[in-house]
Nanobody, 124 residues
């Protein structure tokens, strides 16, 4: 089992940058596919990005491609989401998730473990 804790959210103006972190407990972090999702109240959880266990393969949603970058440091049991050129529509609660499968997926139902979320608010 793995426990996930997000950090790095906050309130920023449009055009600014933020870096989210997801710290994982446990000794098998490098066997999990990791992902970032976001969700607004009353809406479905939306895929943002995913990264393979080794970090060599990544997948980003079209809505964030070119602005957000997912990465991981397996030595630190930590995953990151660098968010640049933030827009008001990026305002959401951001969640990190871990999937025991090595296959990248955009489907939130495939992920086994979730963090508590961190709020990102982008003002116009």
């Amino acid at each position: 089992q793995v426990q996930l804790v997000e950090s790095g959210g906050g309130l920023v103006q449009a055009g600014a940058s933020l870096r989210l972190s997801c710290a994982a407990s446990g000794r098998t972090f490098d066997t999990y596919t990791m992902g970032w999702f976001r969700q607004a109240p009353g809406k479905e959880r939306e895929f943002v990005a995913a990264i393979s266990p080794s970090g060599r393969v990544t997948l980003h949603a079209d809505s964030v491609k070119g602005r957000f970058t997912i990465s991981r440091d397996n030595a630190k049991n930590t995953m990151y989401l660098q968010m640049n050129s933030l827009k008001p529509e990026d305002t959401d609660v951001y969640y990190c998730a871990a999937d025991r499968s090595s296959l990248l997926t955009k489907s939130h139902v495939r992920y086994d473990y979730w963090g508590q979320g961190t709020q990102v608010t982008v003002s116009s």
